[in-house]
Each structure stands twice: as structure tokens, then as C-alpha cells.
């Protein structure tokens, strides 16, 4: 089904966590638009589409038998009328917990779905739980 098909931003939003589940970069690609930026947890910090698709090979190449299942709690539709942020907005409440159960984690995002493709992210989790859950130790700096 081409991205720019009638889907409505929700059915958008499922095959991009379709795509992220599977590793599916072409289809990841073919989602987002030439103009795509994802706004990760760190403040002030954002991904160009390059860039997104970038930190997205080195992922796959890394491991690329890893796979995620996205839990859904609870989903948020909402339009947008005018402005810098105009569009379907589709916020999501979940989680997400890799296919060999070795990580797990809570997701908030909302995507914002213009022209029939997915153009904005913001996603927030927590970064630290993640990161422990991988094997990383916090050390307080020394006094």
C-alpha cells in the first residue's frame, strides 16, 4: 500500500511501528516524509530524516535479528487546523519489549501524519531504564 494512499493517520502510525517491529527500513522510508524530524528524549535535540534513517541501518547492521512488539495502552487522535503544528496528531501510550524479552520499555509519542505521511515525532522514555536494563551502571561523580 503506498504512503500516500487514504489511509488515515492512525492506520499510518500502525505501519510505522509495523516497520520499527521488523527492522523494515524500505518501509520505514517510504512512511516518513522528505521533511521528517523526530524530537528523541534528550532537550532540544532533534533528528533530521538523514539522520533517522542512519541511527536506523547502524541499529539493524548491530543486531539485525532483534525485533520489538508494541504493547498499546491507550491512543489519542486529534486535528490540528492551522499553525506550525497543523495536521493529524496520533499520540500513543504503550511499550515496547524486544522479541528476546531482554528489554522492555514504556513509550510516549506523539506523531504528527501530514499529507498522507508520517512528518513529525516526539518520543519520550526513559533512557536510563533502558540503558540499566542493557548493562550500565550509574556512577555519582566523585565528591
Same mark, same amino acid.
Given at each position: 500500500m503506498s504512503p500516500d494512499s487514504d489511509d488515515g493517520p492512525e492506520s499510518?502510525?500502525?505501519?510505522? /511501528?509495523e516497520a520499527v517491529a521488523h527492522n523494515d527500513l524500505d518501509a520505514i522510508e517510504s512512511i516518513i516524509t522528505e521533511d521528517f524530524v523526530q524530537h528523541p528524549p534528550v532537550v532540544d535535540s532533534r533528528q533530521d530524516r538523514r539522520s533517522f534513517l542512519e541511527e536506523w541501518r547502524l541499529r539493524i547492521?548491530?543486531?539485525?535479528d532483534s525485533a520489538l512488539e508494541y504493547e498499546r495502552v491507550h491512543r489519542l487522535t486529534e486535528e490540528v487546523d492551522s499553525g506550525p503544528r497543523a495536521g493529524s496528531w496520533v499520540h500513543e501510550w504503550g511499550k515496547y519489549v524486544r522479541s528476546d524479552g531482554e528489554l522492555s520499555f514504556k513509550l510516549s509519542a506523539s506523531f504528527r501524519v501530514h499529507g498522507g505521511r508520517l512528518d513529525e515525532v516526539h518520543a519520550y522514555f526513559d533512557r536510563l531504564d533502558v540503558m540499566t536494563q542493557a548493562g /550500565? *551502571?550509574? *556512577?555519582p561523580p566523585s565528591a
Open positions: 499510518i502510525v500502525d505501519r510505522y /511501528f547492521a548491530e543486531n539485525p /550500565f *551502571t550509574l *556512577t
